[in-house]
């Protein structure tokens, strides 16, 4: 029997938001929003949740975008869309990590050694001891002073920042919706819960409420800040259909084989010299058959899996276990996704590199193209659809998985993917 997913029209509504995020992504000509907005329009009436026989969405600021100057490609984009059924129903999407830009992977992902205090821009942490990482620190900052131009009936009005475009649309209250996938997610749970915060930089009417979906994200902060969030959501008026069973109107969308969730946390990437938790998700009994078992490599390399698990894995859990991460609502149930036989160990030949470059390539289709399956909404993950370029089908899934993976891995391209 199929288990039921909850809140889950609400999920491929959000998700659908969240992937229409990534188009226009590889799009390198300067000023590429009108490009991107484009594509976003075209896209829309392709996706079963948010099509109809009359446009129920549409963009109503942005998309707002942001390189790095001197960059080449974009490092952050966000857009708000508007329910013209009922125009109450705002929803902001944030664009997850642009695979192909080195700079938002350094500085919105992976600066994670260092902390900052909550709410961001503050010297002082509130509550007492509430940290966020500097990635997603610098991430808000940024998406703080994006400005997007705004439309009515479709017709372009004024640019301006995301906190006065909310100014305009609050006259009277609104339900207000933040998502986003993997560092959009990230994004958007932090966003929401500073909105949350801070109603009179946003909401004329103050009465506004503001809940989050979010999918496949990593850790925010640390766990004074995860509890902070998660009380901040609890018991807070649910949002039209919403499901009540969830308790909290933060819902944090994780699938059982996404490792990206679990990353940071220091238990995670080492819970003993003999056990890891991040490098046995695709391990019996979890999966079996195909797996992705360390334990099963050939001598030598399973010798060399050992010695990584004694002294390796350990220095690394050490380095984040001052930082404390943790996730919002970490008891929410998990999306159960289903393993990907193209991408396996391989326990003949098999050595340490290959079953890295498994795991990551497992890793990397789990995490990008698990979650429109699992949530129904297969369209998400045609290319000709969530266009990522300006060309329709430039990038097709299979070829950005060993990109991706290589990416993970820093292992340099020595032939074209296949």
């Known amino acids: 029997m ?26 390198t000509t300067p000023n590429p929003q009108a490009q991107i907005l484009g594509l976003i329009n075209t896209a829309m009436p392709q996706i079963p949740p948010l099509a109809g026989p009359n446009p129920t969405w549409q963009v109503v600021w942005g998309p707002a975008v942001y390189t790095t100057p001197g960059a080449l490609y974009q490092d ?26 080195d700079l938002d992977w350094l500085m919105d992902d992976f600066d994670v050694r260092q902390t900052m205090p909550w709410p961001p821009g503050s010297s002082v942490p509130s509550p007492a001891g509430a940290m ?77 409420n503001v809940s989050c979906i979010t999918f496949a994200a990593p850790t925010a902060g640390n766990s004074v800040f995860a509890t902070y969030s998660d009380s901040r959501f609890s018991g807070a008026p649910n949002p039209p259909n919403w499901d009540p069973s969830l308790g909290t109107t933060c819902d944090p969308v994780r699938c059982n084989f996404d490792v990206a969730p679990m990353a940071w946390i220091a238990s995670n990437v080492s819970a003993s010299a003999t056990s890891s938790p991040l490098f046995s998700i695709y391990a019996p009994p979890a999966v079996n058959p195909p797996n992705i078992d360390f334990t099963q490599m050939p001598f030598p390399w399973d010798f060399a899996w050992k010695e990584t698990l004694k002294y390796v894995l350990p220095d690394v859990a050490l380095l984040l276990t001052s930082q404390d ?30 079953y890295m470059e498994a795991f990551a390539a497992q890793a990397a289709y789990q995490h990008s193209f698990s979650y429109p399956i699992v949530l129904q909404v297969p369209a998400l993950n045609d290319t000709s659809i969530i266009v990522r370029n300006a060309t329709v089908g430039s990038t097709t899934g299979i070829r950005m998985l060993p990109r991706l ?10 032939r074209a993917a296949s």
């Open 2 to 27: 199929a288990t039921t997913i909850p809140n889950l029209s609400q999920r491929q509504i959000m998700l659908s938001f969240s992937y229409l995020a990534y188009c226009g992504e590889e799009i």
């Open 76 to 101: 952050n984009m966000m857009f708000a869309a508007q329910n013209q059924s009922d125009p109450t129903q705002i929803v902001i999407a944030i664009r997850g990590t642009n695979f192909v830009a």
């Open 132 to 208: 966020i990482s500097e990635s997603t620190s610098i991430g808000l900052q940024v998406l703080f002073a994006m400005n997007g131009v705004t439309y009515r009936n479709g017709n372009p009005g004024p640019a301006m920042s995301l906190m006065n475009f909310l100014l305009t649309q609050t006259a009277g209250p609104i339900e207000l919706c933040v998502t986003g996938h993997s560092l959009g997610g990230c994004l958007a749970g932090t966003l929401a819960l500073y909105l949350k915060d801070n109603p009179s930089l946003w909401d004329s009417s103050r009465k506004s």
């Open 325 to 354: 991460y943790a996730q919002v609502v970490a008891s929410a149930a998990l999306l159960q996704g289903t393993f990907n036989p193209a991408y396996v160990g391989d326990t003949t030949n098999g050595t340490l590199l290959t």
């Open 405 to 414: 993976a290589r990416r993970l891995m820093k292992q340099p391209r020595t």
